[in-house]
C-alpha cells in the first residue's frame, strides 16, 4: 500500500504561485508514474502533469509553460509548482500513483485562484 499526504493548497489572486507536496510513505519501491491531477466542481478529473520512472515529464496544455512538475526522491515528494494562476486552474489537486499497476490517490488539496 501507498499512502499520499497532499499539501500546499490555498487561496491565491490571479497571476500569484503556489507550491503543492505530494508525500509518499508505506511500500514506495517500484512507483512508476506520478501525476498531479485536478478536479474542479462539475466536471472531470484532468491530468495536468506526470514524472514517469527516468524523470521524463508531460503537462496539460493548459498549464504549459506555469507548471512544473519536479520531485526529491531521497523525500519520497513530489512538488508542482504552479506559477501565472488563473481563476480557471481552481480545483481540488490530487496526487496519483501508480506502483505496480495499481493506482493509488492522496485525499487532495483545494486551490482557489481569485480574479
Known amino acids: 500500500q501507498v499512502q499520499l499526504v497532499e499539501s500546499g493548497g490555498g487561496f491565491v489572486q490571479t497571476g500569484g504561485s503556489l507550491r503543492l507536496s505530494c508525500e509518499a510513505s508505506g511500500s514506495t519501491f517500484g512507483i512508476s508514474f506520478t501525476g498531479w491531477y485536478r478536479q474542479a466542481p462539475g466536471k472531470q478529473r484532468e491530468l495536468v502533469a506526470v514524472?514517469?520512472?527516468?524523470?521524463?515529464?508531460n503537462y496539460a496544455d493548459s498549464v504549459k509553460g506555469r507548471f512544473t512538475i519536479s520531485g526529491d526522491n531521497a523525500k519520497n515528494t513530489v512538488y508542482l509548482q504552479m506559477n501565472s494562476l488563473e481563476p480557471e486552474d481552481t480545483a481540488m489537486y490530487y496526487c496519483?500513483?501508480?506502483?505496480?499497476?495499481?493506482?493509488?490517490w492522496g485525499q487532495g488539496t483545494q486551490v482557489t485562484v481569485s480574479s
Open positions: 514524472v514517469r520512472e527516468g524523470g521524463a515529464t
Open positions: 496519483g500513483v501508480i506502483r505496480l499497476g495499481k493506482q493509488f
